[in-house]
């Protein structure tokens, strides 16, 4: 068995209990001077309903880490609530989102439209602003230059709602919610992730989406 040496000028270095027990403690992450917990959230709330007929490959958010950091971000969280606008019809194919890597390929490469977001500070008062530089989304399909698209790290069909005399659930009141919480899912610089089309949607049903993204720098 290994035995470590533990020395100090002052103070406890280790607290134990009666029997001599080291006693762990969870105690608050240390964060950084440059780095922390950051939050983001959004969705098509802004510009109202996604349209019917949305393409395969489009993409309705992206989120990436700036070109010159030096950090990395690690993703703990993805939350996604889908709200029916326009009911569907039966035998309807439900369309497909799904979260997407991507890499970019400097220096005309981005991602344009939307509205731009601004991640928040887990702790105001610690750490900077966050090196995710550029996180956008909206009901249409954003602009793509110069993205890469890589693995597909998780999917979910949008589903098909149904309004008839008999059912209980109309249109305006289907919530659905989608998380991802397996992380973290790790980007470094230049690293982008994006809510994109995997499948095409059919043409008469309208949706809704709002999103939360969680996730630490450094």
């Known amino acids: 068995m290994a035995k470590f040496n533990i020395s100090g000028n002052s103070g406890n270095l280790l607290d134990t209990d009666a029997n001599k027990n080291v006693l762990v403690v969870q105690g608050t992450p240390a964060i950084s001077a440059t780095g922390g917990q950051y939050f983001v959230t959004g969705g098509s709330d802004s510009s109202g309903l996604v349209a019917a007929s949305i393409a395969s490959g489009a993409v309705l958010m992206s989120m990436r880490m ?79 230059t110069g993205a890469v698209f890589g693995d597909i790290l998780s999917q979910f069909h949008v589903p098909i709602m149904l309004q008839g005399s008999s059912s209980s659930i109309n249109g305006t ?20 992730l994006c809510f994109r089309a995997q499948r095409a949607f059919p043409g008469t049903q309208t949706w809704g989406y709002s999103y939360n993204i969680q996730w630490f720098e450094k």
């Not at 039966?90 to 439209?113: D, K, V």
């Not at 009141?173 to 982008?192: N, T």
């Open 173 to 192: 009141d289907a919530d659905f919610l989608y998380e991802l919480e397996d992380g973290p899912v790790v980007m470094a610089q230049g690293d982008g």
């Open 66 to 144: 700036g070109s010159n950091t030096v950090k990395m971000a690690y993703i703990q969280r993805i939350h996604v609530k889908i709200t029916v606008g326009t009911v569907g019809t039966s035998a309807l194919a439900a369309g497909t989102m799904g979260f997407q890597r991507y890499t970019i390929i400097p220096p005309t490469s981005n991602f344009t439209g939307g509205t731009s977001r601004t991640a928040a500070r887990g702790n105001a008062s610690v750490g900077a602003a966050s090196d995710m530089s550029d996180i956008r989304d909206s009901n249409a399909a954003l602009t793509t």
